[in-house]
């Protein structure tokens, strides 16, 4: 189903004149716009309603819908499943915003980075490119066969499942499981 709705994408887009190149892909089930902001299109992921509440809980809803240009590693939802139980519940608490705030935003790069960039960077860097998040933590990316993966301060390994989802202020990669800083 979902490469037949791929395919219908990709005609209507060449009957309209668009390039597979400018066309987003589908997150969560849903249409992400070129011309929304990472809020706008995050509400509409079903498979980001946990990042989602957790940015809202955070206070981060105004920053991320800000100029920008900012480069999200999204988590999805099976992501923060498997963290050890309580973990996020623990995380929501009014109490422990600082430490919300950290998570989120050791998943915030500043910049426009996609895919091609950040190839070209863990490329020119002998197979690793080092990240400084917002939150002042690093990250490295590598190559793991076509897989783009982070690794995280801890050493947890994250990949990308889905790169490039552009936004009007940055740019969005889905990543398979939570960064978590030192």
């Given at each position: 189903?979902?490469?037949?709705i791929?395919?219908?994408a990709?005609?209507?887009?060449?009957?309209?004149?668009?390039?597979?190149?400018?066309?987003?892909?589908?997150v969560?089930?849903?249409?992400?716009?070129k011309?929304k902001n990472?809020v706008?299109?995050?509400?509409?992921?079903?498979?980001?309603?946990?990042l989602?509440?957790?940015?809202?809980?955070a206070?981060?809803?105004?920053t991320?819908?800000?100029?920008?240009?900012?480069?999200?590693?999204?988590?999805?939802?099976?992501a923060?499943d498997?963290?050890?139980?309580?973990?996020?519940?623990?995380l929501l608490?009014?109490?422990?915003?600082?430490?919300?705030?950290?998570?989120?935003?050791?998943?915030?790069?500043a910049?426009?980075?996609?895919s091609?960039?950040?190839?070209?960077t863990?490329?020119?860097?002998?197979?690793k490119?080092?990240?400084?998040?917002?939150?002042?933590?690093?990250l490295?990316?590598?190559?793991?066969?076509?897989?783009?993966v982070l690794?995280?301060?801890?050493g947890?390994r994250?990949t990308v499942?889905?790169?490039?989802?552009r936004q009007?202020?940055g740019?969005i990669?889905?990543?398979?499981s939570?960064?978590?800083?030192?």
């Amino acid at each position: 189903m979902r490469t037949v709705i791929g395919i219908v994408a990709i005609s209507i887009a060449m009957v309209l004149g668009v390039s597979a190149q400018e066309m987003n892909p589908m997150v969560g089930g849903a249409a992400m716009f070129k011309t929304k902001n990472i809020v706008e299109n995050a509400v509409n992921s079903k498979d980001h309603t946990t990042l989602v509440a957790a940015v809202k809980a955070a206070g981060l809803v105004d920053t991320l819908m800000g100029a920008g240009p900012f480069t999200v590693f999204a988590p999805t939802n099976a992501a923060f499943d498997m963290l050890p139980a309580g973990t996020v519940d623990t995380l929501l608490k009014p109490e422990n915003k600082a430490m919300l705030t950290k998570v989120l935003t050791y998943h915030v790069v500043a910049g426009n980075w996609d895919s091609k960039a950040i190839a070209k960077t863990i490329k020119k860097g002998g197979g690793k490119a080092e990240l400084t998040t917002v939150s002042g933590g690093k990250l490295w990316a590598s190559m793991d066969g076509d897989n783009l993966v982070l690794t995280d301060e801890k050493g947890g390994r994250s990949t990308v499942t889905i790169a490039n989802v552009r936004q009007s202020n940055g740019i969005i990669h889905v990543v398979d499981s939570v960064l978590m800083p030192e």
